[in-house]
């Protein structure tokens, strides 16, 4: 059983298009969060949430949106893709808010 | 501010034993973790330290000084598998919510 579940894997896509990555756990946890990792393997976190509401939100532009329509999914939709967007962005999730924390496998976000 | 220090690369030798240093400064501090990320994988939990002192897991151990912000990874009978980055991440309180803040990781390298 995936703990931790990220779609798509890889996603190459062209600068200015709209896309998405979906993210469940099926841990009963009650927090997710968002992080991106660069291509210097710095691990940076974007989004939190705990119970469906958003607790952190970094310095990350506008065009990022995430989206938790249960506590079991956590979204992240990207508008106007840029050539920068270009990382690995895991999902993860946690029992309480800042505890131990299980990643998804990543989603590679290529922009052309 | 908050920084967190790790070297970037390390060899050693399969059979032997390795330390990975980690210093940190947060406003925050609340405890301190260490992932393994394999390449192309999702970071996975190794340790977590929020007092002083050693704690210790199979070949893994995770030491901890709060007086100092220091923290380092010991290694013991080292196997080709250990290859990988090591991540050190420290649980920072910020407000009424936690995050937690990673430093760009020590690739470890062993060889036979």
């Known amino acids: 059983d995936t703990a931790v579940s990220q779609t798509p894997k890889y996603l190459v896509t062209q600068m200015g298009n709209d896309k998405s990555i979906k993210c469940e756990q099926n841990?009963?946890?009650?927090?997710m969060y968002w992080y991106k990792q660069d291509s210097k393997k710095f691990l940076k976190i974007m989004f939190s949430y705990n119970n469906k509401e958003l607790i952190i939100n970094e310095t990350v532009p506008n065009r990022f949106s995430p989206k938790s329509p249960d506590k079991a999914h956590l979204n992240l939709h990207i508008n106007s893709l840029e050539l920068g967007d270009s990382a690995v962005y895991f999902c993860?999730?946690?029992?309480?808010?800042?505890?131990?924390?299980?990643f998804g496998q990543g989603t590679r976000l290529t922009v052309v | 501010g908050q920084n967190i220090d790790q070297p970037t690369e390390m060899t050693a030798t399969e059979g032997a034993i390795v330390q990975i240093n980690c210093t940190y400064q947060?406003?925050?501090?609340?405890?301190l973790f260490w992932y393994q990320q394999h390449a192309g994988e999702a970071p996975t939990f190794l340790s977590y330290n929020v007092l002083d002192g050693l704690e210790e897991k199979g070949r893994f151990s995770s030491f901890l000084s709060r007086s100092k912000g220091y923290s380092y990874l010991l290694l013991k009978e080292l196997q080709m598998k250990d290859s990988a980055s090591y991540l050190c991440a420290v649980r920072d309180r910020a407000d009424s919510s936690y995050k937690l803040i990673f430093g760009s990781g020590t690739r470890l390298l062993v060889r036979p």
């Open positions: 841990l009963g946890h009650d927090t």
């Open positions: 947060t406003s925050g501090f609340n405890g």
């Open positions: 993860a999730s946690s029992q309480q808010h800042g505890t131990e924390a299980f």
